[in-house]
């Protein structure tokens, strides 16, 4: 008799959560408190309690390509930033693809998940439900936690003396959902995280004023890169990740940073981040907001009056509304506190997935981590590891080898990221994935593809790090992933072709990839042939006067 693994929550973890499951031969359920898949996702027009709840204009800061599932390319129509709209269609026709929905109970809350007494030998969960106001007990074999991490607003009040005095509206962004009441107001904006960064470029076009308070500022990049690809298709690759990890931690820092401030002085407009590696939020219009004075970007608060705040650098400023786009915490209200135990943000998971101390491996979370990349791809390769080890097919290592691994990442981690809470879940989006996948013994190897499949291997090493890559080899492979790997451009550029006067651009990246491999061979032939040269002694004749009386008398001219 197969497994059964329960899935909480049908968001985008939850989803892939029940594939993987049918993949590997289990049994899942899935259950979501809502009347929709789509967690996150699923735009509503009020916030709703238990629920994340995203903006109206929210666009994904990463792109299609990057950030779809493995196995399933978004649409060569989709643009290659979506709107939330898009991206819950994507969700939509991925569970239709795979006949997700039959797995799925909606509006069916899960109330508890308690170990079953057995568990030390059976690693049992007793789950309790409610549906239709009805409580129900089940028993299942694994479970998923996928109930997504931006339910609870993080908004530490005691940051922010003298704030019960304010007589303006205050909320936190999780509340915010448009423009529209905040016209013609002065307007302070907490935090520079992406919803702070989103929030305050649509408040300045329309608002009196907007200011921009940060404690530790940030990093900004563009969605763009060079030849208006991407900017993750361009910076998320294999060899500048192999690169990274060649060089010396300083240097590569160096190189990072100086990425970082390539597209301007973050200092001139006020957003230098105290910590050089912070991770960078995705905002094409913050700096040029900033350039005309529609954002003033502040320190942090020091203390509100009824009717203004005053800054940490002494200025004051009146205000009418004040939105703390401060973050999240996770909660996970369903489960007993020593089965995941959260400090501020920080979390002892075994690669940000199993709790480290339990006496079966049966229990996953789902998408904590934080990549500098796409999430999707992420909690896809998680859930794939997970249902092997629910299955036996992938073990974990001893409690105290676990231990070990989170306190030597964690180290690393705060070497590159910086202490914080914030930070503590951040991670290297390939450096994770590549960990992921050779414990599913999924990882391209590159020797073997460079000698087997050059054009692909190129793609693989040298080319945007896509999600395909993950299903090439091993178990769950796709014969499908090659072919989405050497058309990863073409469903790129096709969205925004739509007046076409010019080659391909593609040919233009051909081009530069033909004059890269031309002047590498070149090199080293030239190198070969001069060596060659040398011990023949042929080197002298270029020198001699023989040599340019000749060439002289070639192109007609008489030096003498
Ligand atoms: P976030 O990334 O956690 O950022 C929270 C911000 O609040 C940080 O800038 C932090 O400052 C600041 N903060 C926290 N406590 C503070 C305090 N006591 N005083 C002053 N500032 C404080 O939260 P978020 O921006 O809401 O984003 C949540 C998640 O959603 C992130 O993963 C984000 O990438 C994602 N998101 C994506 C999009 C998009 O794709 N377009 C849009 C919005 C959000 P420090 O940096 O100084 O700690």
């Not at 590997?24 to 899935?30: H, K, M, R, S, V």
């Not at 401060?326 to 199993?354: A, C, E, Q």
Request: aromatic share 12%.
């Amino acid at each position: 008799m197969s497994q059964r693994v329960a899935i909480i929550g049908a968001g985008c973890s939850g989803l892939t959560a029940i594939k993987c499951c049918l993949e590997e031969g289990l049994e899942p359920t899935c259950f979501e408190q809502s009347d929709g898949i789509g967690g996150l996702w699923k735009f509503t027009e009020t916030v709703k309690e238990d629920k994340a709840s995203i903006y109206k204009s929210v666009f994904t800061n990463t792109s299609k390509e990057m950030m779809c599932y493995s196995d399933f390319p978004m649409p060569e129509d989709f643009p290659v930033c979506l709107h939330h709209s898009k991206i819950l269609e994507y969700l939509n026709l991925y569970a239709e693809h795979f006949n997700l929905f039959k797995y799925i109970q909606c509006q069916t809350k899960v109330c508890s998940v308690k170990q079953h007494s057995d568990f030390a030998t059976t690693g049992q969960w007793n789950i309790e439900i409610e549906k239709d106001g009805n409580r129900e007990m089940d028993v299942f074999d694994a479970v998923f936690v996928c109930n997504g991490h931006y339910n609870e607003p993080y908004l530490p009040l005691d940051s922010f003396p003298g704030l019960e005095h304010f007589k303006g509206r205050h909320i936190h962004s999780r509340f915010y959902k448009t423009f529209e009441e905040y016209q013609g107001k002065t307007v302070v904006v907490v935090g520079t995280g992406n919803s702070a960064g989103d929030i305050s470029v649509e408040l300045s076009h329309t608002a009196k004023q907007v200011y921009l308070s940060t404690r530790h500022g940030s990093w900004v990049v563009s969605r763009i890169s060079r030849g208006g690809f991407p900017i993750d298709m361009i910076m998320s690759r294999r060899y500048t990740m192999w690169i990274k990890n060649f060089l010396p931690r300083i240097l590569a820092a160096k190189i990072s940073e100086k990425f970082m401030s390539s597209w301007f002085h973050h200092s001139n407009l006020g957003l230098e981040p105290k910590f050089r590696l912070k991770h960078p939020i995705v905002n094409d219009y913050l700096p040029s907001q900033i350039l005309q004075g529609s954002i003033k970007v502040k320190p942090s608060i020091k203390s509100f009056s009824e009717t203004s705040v005053t800054f940490e650098d002494g200025t004051v400023t009146d205000v009418d509304e004040v939105i703390f786009a401060t973050g999240y915490s996770s909660t996970f209200p369903f489960l007993d506190d020593d089965i995941i135990k959260l400090n501020n943000n920080d979390v002892s998971l075994y690669k940000y997935v199993f709790p480290i101390n339990l006496e079966k491996p049966t229990l996953a979370l789902l998408g904590l981590v934080q990549p500098l990349g796409p999430i999707m791809p992420t909690v896809e390769i998680q859930a794939r590891w997970a249902t092997r080890v629910f299955k036996g097919a992938s073990q974990l290592p001893s409690v105290k080898d676990m231990e070990n691994y989170c306190t030597k990442s964690k180290e690393s981690n705060n070497k590159w990221f910086g202490v914080g809470r914030a930070q503590v879940l951040q991670t290297h989006y390939i450096d994770y994935i590549n960990n992921i996948s050779r414990e599913i013994g999924i990882h391209p190897n590159m020797i073997y593809l460079f000698l087997t499949d050059p054009r692909l291997a190129w793609q693989v090493f040298f080319g945007p790090c896509t999600p395909y890559q993950l299903r090439l080899a091993g178990p769950g492979k796709w014969s499908g992933a090659r072919n989405a790997i050497l058309t990863q451009w073409d469903r790129t550029i096709k969205p925004t072709r739509t007046r076409v006067l010019h080659e391909h651009p593609e040919s233009w990246l051909n081009f530069k990839r033909v004059l890269v491999i031309g002047s590498l061979l070149t090199a080293m032939w030239v190198s070969r042939a001069s060596l060659n040269a040398l011990q023949s002694g042929y080197l002298a004749w270029p020198a001699s006067v023989a040599f340019w009386s000749r060439i002289f008398s070639m192109v007609g001219i008489n030096p003498m």
